[in-house]
């Protein structure tokens, strides 16, 4: 005679049959840090483990090893978790999870990186001075990581300038120096990149087999300087022109903006800028820091409808002339003239004819016109057009500093 299932017992074999059949899509989980400083004791705990289990175990591997360096058994009672050490030496550690139930395993593997903290640039990468024996603040903060600070065992920060250069520290002045606080500028620096400063976290005099960890900040003499500028057309109908620099020192200045003749619109300040005008505009851009202002660069927008443009405006070697169309020699001036305004004749001819017929256009739009052998003063650019062109002649004012 067959004997039926009490409700309660049915019940707990759908739950026990629905929790082992389920099991193939949980996985276990490890919480904490991903990555860690060498040595460091760190505690991990394993979670979402199946409803029903009979064993658990934690493995630590190193650097690659196919077995274990240390292995935790546990048994389902016992805590989820554990205080693990890792190796005094930088590298990789993986943490491996396996719950066993019956007929099954289920596994987690965590990925913990053993890495010392690199100290930050000092003061964000970028150091300034401006003048000669000034004394200059300089800091590098290393950040917490897993309550260690700095993972809590480097012997000191050590600090370096370039040979000449002067650190100073509580005890005084030298270089390397110990835990510096100001850096001193000599003198006969010129404008510009002057070198780098450098802080190492020094890790191996206190722990061994740890490598030590450094950054580095440009040191940067006086205002900053424009490298390059860039002018090139956004959006023809709208007579809409993307314009832009390029400084150095990259970062720790501002950028000024402003309409030095007729019409524009377009943003005050940033490193480039969208510029539209309807009868055309001249525009600078200074950049400013803490020392003083960098040389105006101008950029000249031309007239909605006008064929060309012609960039950088001052230029020094080289002179960019732009075409709005360069399809149709319809669209083209026969010839560009560059005329001396204090000679009155033309000092470089260029045949547009020629490039067109050649297909040998920069950039499928541009022809770039070498003028640094020409003496520095006021030209104009003469845009002549075949008689059967579709275009009016242009002139444009040109300065070569």
């Not at 196919?66 to 058994?73: D, H, L, M």
């Not at 019409?263 to 539209?276: L, Q």
């Not at 709005?324 to 005329?339: A, G, Q, V």
């Not at 004749?345 to 490039?355: E, L, P, Q, W, Y």
Request: charged share 10%; net charge positive; glycine share 6%.
């Amino acid at each position: 005679m067959k004997r039926a299932l009490r409700p309660t017992a049915y019940l707990f074999l759908l739950v026990l049959l629905g929790a082992l059949k389920g099991h193939s899509a949980l996985a276990l989980d490890i919480t904490g840090p991903s990555r860690v400083c060498p040595g460091q004791t760190v505690s991990f705990t394993v979670t979402s483990f199946p409803a029903i289990y009979v064993s658990w175990k934690l493995e630590l591997f190193n650097d690659g090893a196919a077995f274990p360096a240390q292995t935790w058994n546990r048994s389902p009672s016992d805590s989820k978790t554990i205080s693990v050490t890792f190796l005094n030496t930088t590298g990789a550690s993986v943490l491996k999870a396996t719950a066993t139930s019956i007929g099954a395993s289920y596994v987690y593997i965590k990925d913990v990186a053993r890495a010392g903290v690199t100290p930050p640039p000092p003061n964000n990468g970028l150091v300034i001075g401006c003048s000669a024996n000034q004394e200059v603040a300089i800091s590098s903060t290393p950040s917490l990581q897993n309550n260690a600070t700095d993972c809590f065992f480097h012997c000191r920060m050590e600090w370096s300038a370039p040979s000449g250069w002067t650190l100073k520290n509580s005890a005084g002045y030298s270089n390397p120096a110990n835990g510096a606080t100001h850096v001193k500028f000599p003198s006969g620096l010129s404008n510009g990149n002057v070198g780098n400063i450098t802080v190492t976290a020094i890790y191996t005099e206190c722990t061994p087999f740890v490598s030590n960890t450094s950054s580095t900040a440009t040191l940067w003499y006086g205002p900053p300087i424009i490298t390059s500028s860039n002018q090139t057309l956004f959006d023809g109908p709208s007579n809409v022109w993307h314009c832009s620099i390029t400084n150095n020192p990259m970062g720790g200045a501002s950028a000024t903006w402003s309409l030095v003749s007729g019409d524009a619109s377009f943003s005050t300040s940033g490193y480039a800028n969208y510029i539209s005008s309807v009868n055309g505009g001249t525009i600078q851009v200074v950049l400013t820091n803490a020392c003083g202002s960098s040389s105006t660069q101008y950029f000249n927008i031309p007239p909605a409808g006008s064929s060309l443009m012609a960039y950088p405006n001052p230029a020094k070697n080289s002179l960019s002339i732009q075409f709005r169309n360069t399809e149709s020699p319809d669209f083209l001036p026969k010839t560009l003239n560059i005329i001396s305004e204090s000679h009155q004749r033309v000092v470089k001819s260029i045949s547009v004819t020629d490039v067109f017929s050649k297909k040998s256009f920069v950039d499928g739009n541009k022809i770039n016109i070498d003028v640094k052998d020409l003496p520095r003063g006021v030209y104009y650019l003469h845009a002549i057009p075949d008689e059967n062109s579709k275009i009016q002649t242009e002139k444009t004012r040109i300065v070569l500093e």
